[in-house]
């Protein structure tokens, strides 16, 4: 046994939080595409994934209060309150855009926000992969890729953007302009979120290698 292994506690209470937290990121990002793609009764699934976003905030909650009376922790208090606040805003984004969706009244859905969803979603795949991988950090290698995998996703969600937007002030409808507008920036916000998570990541696998 090594003196990593000596030191560190071996209660597996934040990994169980953090997977579970990250897997309520991919649960609420793939509804977001389902609500993109299916633009069908959509009140019923903004408050699915409101209801997921509310989820997530427990487990914030349960981690906070885990770290609180924790005296030893198997990753730096900062480290942990990091990840445990970069993912509920992740959540927190993509839950806004389906409130954006809903509330603006828009009649449909287009091509860039239903790339942008997919974006978020494979992001957040990736994310939820990298997260498993801390429980043992046996491969940082394996948690670095995935998270150099957000960064590029990202950066195409910066040009998604760009694109969009060009389109969209091509047309006239100043008030559709508006509401789409915020919308893609929403979602555009949501990959940021997700590569903040990715650079929490990254820095415990360099960290504790």
């Known amino acids: 046994m090594g003196l990593r292994e000596l030191l560190v506690p071996h209660d597996t209470v934040f990994y169980d939080l953090f997977e579970k937290q990250a897997g309520l990121v991919t649960e609420a990002a793939w509804m977001l595409v389902d609500l993109a793609e299916n633009f069908s009764n959509v009140k019923e699934k903004r408050h699915a994934i409101e209801s997921i976003e509310h989820k997530g905030d427990q487990v914030t909650h349960d981690i906070y209060q885990q770290l609180n009376t924790t005296f030893i922790t198997p990753l730096d208090p900062e480290e942990i309150s990091r990840l445990a606040s970069t993912l509920d805003e ?4 993509i839950d ?13 859905t287009d091509t860039h926000i239903i790339g942008l969803a997919k974006l978020v ?3 957040a795949r990736e994310l939820e992969s990298a997260v498993k991988s801390v429980r043992s950090l046996k491969d940082p290698r394996y948690i670095e890729e995935r ?4 960064n ?5 969600a910066d040009d998604a953007l760009a694109q969009a937007i060009t389109e969209l002030f091509r047309t006239t409808d100043a008030i559709a302009i508006i509401k789409l507008k915020d919308i893609y920036e929403q979602l555009e916000t949501a990959t940021d979120n997700c590569e903040d998570v990715a650079n929490t990541l990254s820095d415990i696998a360099i960290r504790h290698s």
Do not use: G, W
């Open 147 to 150: 998270c150099i995998e957000v």
């Open 96 to 108: 806004d855009t389906a409130e954006k969706m809903l509330y603006y009244a828009i009649p449909a």
């Open 121 to 123: 979603h494979q992001s």
């Open 90 to 93: 992740v959540l927190d984004s």
């Open 152 to 156: 590029r996703l990202e950066n195409l």
